[in-house]
């Protein structure tokens, strides 16, 4: 099997500091925690940014003092997020895929279909989907496709024939949000077996199934994203005290599974990103 890459979701958009204390938020704490993570056996980073205040944001210079703080620490991958917050519009998602030169980020996500997302909708339409590929292509940037439920693959299949992506790409499978695909062995298994030939993915599993579904993705050959985005405790009850500690409980996990942990460097090959 091949290492596995091992994504840190470090912020995202819905977790509060009233839900735990040690969620980063300004780039010299994501740049800590993200140093902590690529020591820990993590490749790559997906990442959010906030406001002084909190709330969360796209924006664009928000990202570039994030990336420019992660990047003096560390060498791990840059992924951000085109995904935003439930409401925001396609210019706010985007803010990332503005940025150029040494502040480029090194993959985006492509939601690609509007779902349920706990109490809320994440809105996608297909012509914002089209428009945010557009964007990631026009960045040189290749996509995560997010798949939050089935036929989001499908979808991937029409992007590709309209000539919006290309295949085989690499997924990430979502399971476990509210109103959408179930954090299921099943699931995972429908959905690895269901993506285009000579694609890759990674699962991003939520909440209490977060750290098991490492095990279930070492031993199919998948990769695993974990990380306060999807999971702030570390076992039952018990805050984690940064995204470094999940990302070291999974490579603990993944390697336990007879797996390898990807570094940024071949993380780069084995998702094809130049
Ligand atoms: N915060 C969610 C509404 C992404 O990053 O691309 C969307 C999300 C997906 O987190
Ligand atoms: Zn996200």
């Known amino acids: 099997m091949s290492p596995m890459v091992l ?10 500091r009233e839900q735990t204390p040690y969620l980063p938020m300004t ?13 820990a056996g993590a490749a790559m980073v997906h990442l959010h940014v906030r406001t002084a205040d909190g709330k969360p944001s796209q924006d664009a210079e928000l990202f570039r003092a994030a990336i420019r703080a992660i990047r ?27 940025l150029t030169g040494a502040d480029r980020p090194d ?28 964007r990631i292509k026009g960045a040189g940037l290749k996509p995560e496709i997010e798949c939050f439920d089935v036929g989001m693959i499908d979808e991937a299949r029409a992007l590709a024939k309209e000539g919006f992506i290309e295949l085989p790409a690499h997924f990430d499978f979502v399971l476990g949000v509210g109103g959408a695909l ?44 974990v990380g306060m985005e999807d999971n702030i405790f570390i076992s039952k009850g018990v805050l984690a005290k940064g995204n470094y500690e999940l990302v070291a409980e999974a490579a603990k996990r993944a ?9 940024p460097q071949q993380a780069r090959e084995l998702l094809g990103l130049s």
């Open 7 to 16: 994504t840190a979701a470090m912020v995202g958009a819905e977790v509060t």
């Open 27 to 39: 780039a010299d704490e994501i740049a800590e925690d993200a140093a902590k993570c690529r020591e």
């Open 72 to 98: 003096k620490k560390c060498d791990v991958l840059v992924q951000v997020s085109t995904g935003g917050a439930v409401g925001m519009g396609v210019d706010e998602r985007c803010g990332g895929l503005t």
């Open 107 to 134: 993959m985006a996500t492509l939601t690609t279909g509007t779902v349920n997302f706990g109490p809320d909708v994440f809105s996608n339409p297909r012509p914002l989907v089209r428009e945010i590929a557009t």
């Open 182 to 225: 179930a954090a299921d062995e099943r699931a995972l298994d429908f959905m690895r077996s269901y993506v285009p030939d000579g694609s890759t993915w990674t699962c991003a599993a939520m909440g209490r199934h977060q750290l098991p579904f490492v095990e279930l993705v070492a031993e199919r050959g998948g990769n695993s994203r």
């Open 255 to 263: 390697k336990a599974k007879g797996r390898t942990l990807a570094t």
